[in-house]
């Protein structure tokens, strides 16, 4: 088991992203959205080849390798009925680039809920995401699923669904996302789906975790984000189960405290960026500290 995080949730350049990294100790990051020097910023499978060449540069000599491409194909922000052309660039694009820098876990998704309409495509969408698994496969790379706003986050039955039209494809659990998604697979009005709950489903296919807490908001109607194990996504419980069961992979954090990904009103210096980041990974860290040691002392007290 080894821990790390999404780069971008640290800083924006790539330069802040490895000083984070290092100054928690860690030996890779989980590559998303990166700005390398005067480039703009983008994915790390859509920056322009001097600046990939640039980051790679820069990893090498910082000695941090890149545990996951957190990339955006057929994510949230991508339509089911809208053409196929531009995720499979994506994957074209993030497959040598993975290679090269010996990553072999990448996240993708399976393209945006459709609203208002029980027809989900359902078909159209297995297509496209056996054929993107098939392709990373082929390459001798892991692709993983996240559940987020997304068809196979739209509740566990559909992840399982999901995962038997896609033969190959693996899960990245992310524990925060079930709070802010409304369990589809129930009747409306839909509640908020259970982490316990939807982890329990998944846990057979889990290849790398994302660590994110929430308390939902009723008021507000809004997620409001907090440290590992304070909040409502049960991430002490999935942790120590994780554990107890052998997990041997990925616990990414991905804090969304200081900014949030897709949202871009959550905004906060850079030096408050990089000093939530890192607390939250010494955080992480204590509380996976804890949780081993309580292992030890039941397995110790079991074997009396």
């Not at 809004?222 to 992979?249: C, H, M, N, W």
């Not at 906060?268 to 804890?290: F, H, I, K, P, S």
């Amino acid at each position: 088991m080894y821990l790390t995080g999404i780069g971008d949730e640290a800083a924006a350049t790539l330069a802040g992203q490895i000083r984070a990294t290092k100054e928690l100790g860690w030996q890779s990051l989980e590559a998303r959205n990166v700005r390398i020097g005067g480039f703009p910023a983008a994915n790390l499978h859509d920056v322009t080849e001097a600046a990939f060449q640039q980051a790679v540069d820069a990893l090498e000599a910082a000695q941090i390798g890149v545990c996951c491409f957190g990339s955006a194909i057929a994510n949230w922000g991508k339509k089911i009925d809208e053409p196929f052309d531009a995720s499979l660039a994506e994957a074209r694009r993030a497959i040598p680039r993975m290679q090269r820098l010996g990553t072999k876990l990448v996240r993708l998704m399976s393209f945006a809920v459709r609203e208002g309409t029980e027809d989900q495509m359902e078909a159209e969408r297995f297509r496209r995401l056996r054929e993107l698994t098939r392709m990373f496969l082929d390459a001798g790379l892991q692709p993983v699923h996240e559940n987020c706003m997304n068809y196979g986050g739209m509740g566990w039955p559909f992840a399982l669904k999901l995962l038997e039209a896609v033969p190959g494809l693996m899960w990245v659990f992310d524990t925060g996302n079930p709070l802010f998604n409304a369990d589809r697979s129930k009747p409306q009005p839909w509640p908020k789906q259970d982490p316990w709950e939807f982890y329990l489903h998944v846990k057979p296919f889990i290849r790398h975790v994302h660590i994110k807490d929430v308390v939902w908001d009723q008021g507000k109607g809004a997620p409001v984000y907090t440290f590992p194990g304070e909040g409502q996504g049960q991430v002490r419980k999935i942790l120590k189960d994780l554990l107890a069961s052998g997990y041997d992979a990925g616990i990414s954090i991905e804090p969304h405290m200081a900014v949030v990904f897709h949202d871009a009103t959550v905004t906060a210096t850079a030096e408050d960026q990089r000093a939530n980041y890192v607390e939250y990974g010494r955080r992480l860290t204590r509380l996976v500290a804890e949780i081993q040691a309580e292992l030890e002392a039941e397995r110790a007290a079991a074997s009396r």
